[in-house]
């Protein structure tokens, strides 16, 4: 009874996830985290570098030094199976609820509807061309965008 709730994250973050890689040169990397903060997108990684705690505790301090971000990232190899990102950065956009795995690590889920685009460019750009696609999942994109103007 005293064990906390766990969060729905297309709640909590608008069906948003932009994926990323600890591999992106830091200065790439760093700029995309702040300009994820500034739409309230959270970063996803598939895992940790090298697969250490400690050595991606040092990677994101030195990414985060000096900078208010507040939104951060997530570390959840699932998201990259449920969504099938094979290649970083890579921004989704879903309306549909994120539940619980239904098979390990969410192998054999069906995918959640989505929109995405991928490519090398400002998260602006990457949430315009979703917004503006029209497409059945780009209403978060589009309410990230309003939020900011």
């Known amino acids: ?10 709640e909590r973050y608008g ?17 995309m985290l702040i300009e994820a903060d500034r739409f309230g997108v959270p970063v996803v990684f598939n895992g940790f570098v090298e697969n250490s705690v400690t050595a991606t505790e040092a990677r994101v301090r030195a990414l985060y030094e000096d900078e208010a971000i507040s939104h951060g ?38 995918t959640p509807g989505h ?11 990457l949430l315009t061309v979703i917004a503006k696609g029209n497409a059945d999942h780009a209403g978060p994109a589009r309410a990230a965008l309003e939020a900011v103007q």
């Not at 990259?80 to 054999?108: A, I, W, Y």
């Not at 929109?115 to 750009?125: C, E, S």
């Open 1 to 10: 009874a005293d064990l906390p709730q766990l969060e729905d994250h297309s």
């Open 15 to 31: 069906g948003l996830y932009l994926f990323a890689s600890f591999s992106i040169p830091e200065p790439s990397l760093k700029a």
């Open 73 to 110: 990232f997530i570390i959840d190899p699932t998201l990259f199976t449920r969504f099938d990102v094979v290649r970083v950065p890579t921004l989704v956009s879903t309306l549909e609820d994120l539940d619980f795995c239904e098979t390990c690590g969410c192998s054999r889920d069906p």
């Open 115 to 125: 929109d995405r685009v991928a490519g090398n460019a400002p998260l602006q750009t």
